[in-house]
């Protein structure tokens, strides 16, 4: 009975001494922390450059050929083959550019197969990521040109947002316009606006073709989110840079060699830097 009586006496004792180890582990983790801090303490942040260039190849390791040798053959496979040619060396550049022209030409054919018709297109100049050297060109040079995984997509703008659109546009000091879009802007701001030589009615419908990634307003392109009738296929050969492929075969199948130049589809009146 004697012992019955002792236990919740007992039972306190512990918790109090659990309590006690609590706060000793406590204080020695502190101390702990306070010892590091006072050891190890940053003075200061370097850095180097290293130049990764073809003088590497002077000595080239045998055994590392021969890891990546199959490698290689497997990635060539896919990256290799010819999908069509190209007139002229073409790269992209604001506010216009010959490789963005193209690349915008291709998405409203690209709308065909899926009875899309569209007025213009755009195609943002971030999302160019590479050049087209003059000849062939392959699957692996349209992967680096447009590497993203970005689907074409179409919608409806009115007059009005197209208008807005083309604003945003001058904003960012150009981007990829296609064939018929006449725009002239001065430090970075819309002068006049003709679609097909033609000014653009507010109240009118147009449709666009472009990007899905731009469809979401991305770039500061915002006036696309008020888009209406979207049509924005995810399947993977919607990618952008299959229907570019299909543009080069379609052309090459024609016997012709893929051209585009500059047209004054966006020119510039800037009067700053």
């Known amino acids: 009975m004697f012992i019955f009586l002792l236990l919740p006496n007992f039972f306190v004792f512990l918790q109090k001494i659990v309590s006690l180890m609590k706060n000793i582990k406590f204080l020695f983790v502190i101390m702990l922390l306070a010892s590091c801090t006072t050891h190890y303490r940053m003075v200061g942040i370097d850095r180097t450059r290293m130049l990764i260039d073809k003088s590497y190849d002077a000595a080239p390791s045998a055994e590392a050929q021969a890891f990546l040798a199959p490698y290689q053959h497997d990635v060539d496979s896919i990256m290799k083959p010819i999908v069509g040619q190209i007139a002229r060396y073409m790269s992209a550049s604001k506010p216009e550019s010959e490789l963005s022209n193209l ?80 725009l002239r802007i001065a430090n970075r701001k819309l002068l006049s606006a003709k679609l097909h030589g033609k000014e653009i009615d507010p109240k009118a419908n147009y449709r666009v073709a472009t990007l899905d990634y731009l469809a979401q307003g991305n770039d500061g392109l915002l006036a696309f989110k008020d888009g209406t009738d979207v049509v924005s296929p995810q399947e993977e050969r919607n990618n952008v840079r299959f229907i570019i ?20 589809r966006i020119i510039s009146e800037d009067t700053t830097n």
């Open 103 to 182: 690349l915008c030409d291709i998405l409203v054919w690209g709308g065909g197969p899926f009875g899309e018709k569209p007025d213009f297109s755009i195609y943002n100049m971030g999302g160019i990521r590479a050049a087209f050297a003059k000849g062939n060109v392959t699957f692996g040079d349209v992967v680096d040109v447009a590497p993203f995984e970005n689907k074409i997509c179409f919608m409806t703008l009115t007059g009005e947002k197209v208008l807005e659109l083309f604003s945003q546009v001058a904003s960012r000091g150009g981007e990829g316009v296609s064939h018929g879009v006449e």
């Open 245 to 264: 492929m299909d543009y080069f075969r379609a052309e090459a199948a024609e016997g012709r060699v893929v051209d585009a130049k500059m047209e004054g």
